[in-house]
């Protein structure tokens, strides 16, 4: 599934809108859109935090196909990390 995906996004006061046409596995669409969509918008904003050297950044606006607002979805978010199992 093909979805284009607009972020509105506040680097330490300077705004930025950007959108971009993006994959959405079809499996995961199905199961549920607005979800496997944030997914994809959340690891697309990690990508802009890399270019802008990791500034404080807010996340104003999500939305993909210009209707569907994701915001609070993409907000609540949180990468898994592995376990630590070290024995130190």
Known sequence: ???VIQTILNFEG???FRNGEFHVR???FKKDPNFAV???AYEWIQQQKRESGYRET???K???NEQ???TQIVREIEPVLP???LPF
């Open 1 to 3: 599934m093909r979805v």
């Open 14 to 16: 300077n705004r930025g």
């Open 26 to 28: 079809d499996s995961e």
């Open 38 to 40: 944030a997914v994809v």
């Open 58 to 60: 807010i996340i104003e």
């Open 62 to 64: 999500v939305t993909w």
């Open 68 to 70: 569907n607002d994701i």
């Open 83 to 85: 376990e630590d199992d």
